[in-house]
Structures are given as structure tokens and as C-alpha cells.
């Protein structure tokens, strides 16, 4: 167990429809990671805050948003949703560990959101 | 694109075999990390090696990195059926204080007993 929960475990919607992912990092932890995992595409960062600022953005689509609140949990929202927007959403916390060659944080991962968009 | 590629796609092994996975990478990295999956649940971390190191161990696992090469392996020893999974390796890149991952596709690793 990381630590990191995620909810819901499963979510099973309709094209065009919107959904809310959320994620509570470990106790903590104030940088939260957003990662898709697909078929096709494989895992993909999308979105990293820290503290509630959004600091690096990844391959993330602009039907896509995501916000972190004071009590540092997190939630990924997904709008407009098409078939392939199907696939497993991890969220990854962290806290900070610098180093001589750069940051050395390792992230932890949750149990990840499949959704299935029918 | 993702960064990494790994190396063999698939591989199947007996019991108290060494399984040996290989990643590329391409561009400058802060570390590199080894996570494991099983069967599409969450990702497991097993190591982390920093840009400036070549070599790491823990317990059964060790991972090198040849910067020169941007490359990285990761070898399990004396393989057990529990250690069946997905095997990933993940390149750390940022700056700033924070990393983000860009994953590579991924080993299969079948150990049969």
C-alpha cells in the first residue's frame, strides 16, 4: 500500500459525458502527479501540482483539468469524453528530495481510476 | 513520445532464473526509476538510480546506468512466480525541485514455476 488512495476504483460513462477523478496523497506529500495509462499510448504524465499550483504540464488535452485543493487532495476532470479517453488515471504523490543532480523525489502511486467510456 | 524504450518486450522465464530487462532513453535525465505492475493495478516502486551513479542494489534487484549510452537495466536474480508483472522504467526530467516520469512500454515478465 503507497499510501496514495484513489477514488472511484471504476468508472463506466457514456461519450460526451464528464467525470471527476480524486486522489489524496500521502500524508505529507504536497506534490501530486497525474499519469494516463492507455493501450496505445502506454503511460503518459499529464499534470503535476504542488501545494495547489499547477507547476509542469504534460500531454494533457484541453478537455482535461485538474485542481489542488488546501487539504492538498486532488481531482482530475475530464469533459467531453470520448472512446478514447478510456484507460487507467494514476494519480503519484511525492515529497521533495533534491540532490546534486537535480531533484530526486521518487513518486508513489495509487491503485489508479479505470474508466471506460461506452 | 514516450522517452523509453524497453527491451525485450516479453520474456518468459523458469523459476530461480535471472531476468535481465533493458531501457534507452534519449534525452539528459536527474534519475531513473524501475516500477513494477501487476496485471494492470498499480505501479510499484523498486529502485531509483541517480544520474550520477552506475550502479545499484536491493535484495534481488540491480539496476545499472550508462549515461554515455542512456541506457539502464534492471536485473532480478534467482526469479520467483511472484515476480510476474510489467516492468517499467521511468526517466526523471525537470528542474525547479520536481520530476516528472516519462515512461517507457514496458517488459512482461512471465516466471513459471
Known amino acids: 500500500d503507497s499510501g496514495v488512495t484513489q477514488t472511484p476504483k471504476h468508472l463506466i460513462t457514456a461519450t460526451g459525458q464528464r467525470v471527476t477523478l480524486r486522489c489524496s496523497p500521502r500524508s505529507g506529500d504536497l506534490s501530486v502527479y497525474w499519469y494516463q495509462q492507455s493501450l496505445d499510448q502506454g503511460l503518459q504524465f499529464l499534470i503535476q501540482y504542488y501545494n495547489g499550483e499547477e507547476r509542469a504540464k504534460g500531454n494533457i488535452l484541453e478537455r482535461f483539468s485538474a485542481q489542488q485543493f488546501p487539504d492538498l487532495h486532488s481531482e482530475l476532470n475530464l469533459s467531453s469524453l470520448e472512446l478514447g479517453d478510456s484507460a487507467l488515471y494514476f494519480c503519484?504523490?511525492?515529497?521533495?528530495?533534491?540532490?546534486?543532480?537535480?531533484?530526486?523525489?521518487?513518486?508513489?502511486f495509487g491503485p489508479g481510476t479505470r474508466l471506460l467510456v461506452l | 513520445s514516450q522517452q523509453g524504450e524497453e527491451d525485450p518486450q516479453a520474456l518468459s522465464i523458469q523459476e530461480g532464473e535471472n531476468a535481465t530487462m533493458n531501457c534507452s532513453y534519449k534525452?539528459?535525465?536527474?534519475?531513473l526509476q524501475w516500477y513494477r505492475q501487476n496485471s494492470g493495478r498499480g505501479l510499484v516502486h523498486l529502485i531509483l538510480i541517480r544520474s550520477n551513479e552506475r550502479e545499484k542494489h536491493s535484495g534481488r534487484l540491480r539496476v545499472t546506468l550508462d549515461t554515455s549510452k542512456k541506457s539502464s537495466s534492471l536485473l532480478i536474480t534467482a526469479s520467483r512466480a511472484a515476480d510476474t508483472a510489467s516492468y517499467f522504467c521511468?526517466?526523471?526530467?525537470?528542474?525547479?525541485?520536481?520530476?516528472?516520469?516519462?515512461f517507457g512500454a514496458g517488459t512482461r515478465l512471465a516466471v513459471h514455476p
Open positions: 534525452t539528459s535525465i536527474n534519475n
Open positions: 521511468a526517466t526523471a526530467v525537470g528542474s525547479g525541485g520536481y520530476n516528472k516520469l516519462i
Open positions: 503519484a504523490s511525492s515529497s521533495r528530495a533534491s540532490g546534486t543532480s537535480g531533484p530526486q523525489e521518487t513518486q508513489y
